[in-house]
Each structure stands twice: as C-alpha cells, then as structure tokens.
C-alpha cells in the first residue's frame, strides 16, 4: 500500500520525537532523526493494515 503521510519531528538533547497527524496515537521517538523516522514509518504501515478498504481511502492509499 502507499500514500503520502505527514511526518512531525522534533529533537532535543535527550532525542527525536516523531508523530502523524493524520494518523490518531501515531507516535514515535528514537536516539536520532533518522531511527525515529524509521520507527514512525513502521507505526504507521502497522497502524494503517488495521484499518478497513473504507478507512484507507480517507488517505489516499492504495492497497497492493
């Protein structure tokens, strides 16, 4: 499946917090940039194989 999501990362000294708005309790963190947006990627594709063909459309995705 692919669609294009919104990806919000912010970094401080103790790390990287990523989140996707579009995606309600999508959240993530990891030592850098790179490892969180690399666990949000994983969040994501696991938070949008739960949801239903109707839901997906909402997002433009298109199941493969």
Same mark, same amino acid.
């Given at each position: 499946?692919?669609? $294009?999501?919104?990806a919000?990362i912010?970094q401080?000294?103790?790390? +990287?917090? =990523?989140y996707?708005p /579009?995606? $309600?309790?999508c959240?993530?963190q990891?030592e850098?940039v790179?490892? +969180?947006? =690399?666990?949000l990627? /994983?969040?994501a594709?696991?938070?949008?194989e739960?949801l239903?063909?109707?839901?997906l459309?909402?997002f433009?995705?298109?199941?493969?």
């Amino acid at each position: 499946m692919t669609c $294009k999501l919104t990806a919000i990362i912010e970094q401080d000294k103790d790390g +990287a917090f =990523a989140y996707c708005p /579009e995606l $309600k309790g999508c959240h993530t963190q990891g030592e850098t940039v790179e490892e +969180a947006l =690399a666990n949000l990627r /994983e969040a994501a594709e696991l938070y949008l194989e739960t949801l239903e063909r109707s839901e997906l459309r909402r997002f433009g995705a298109t199941p493969l």
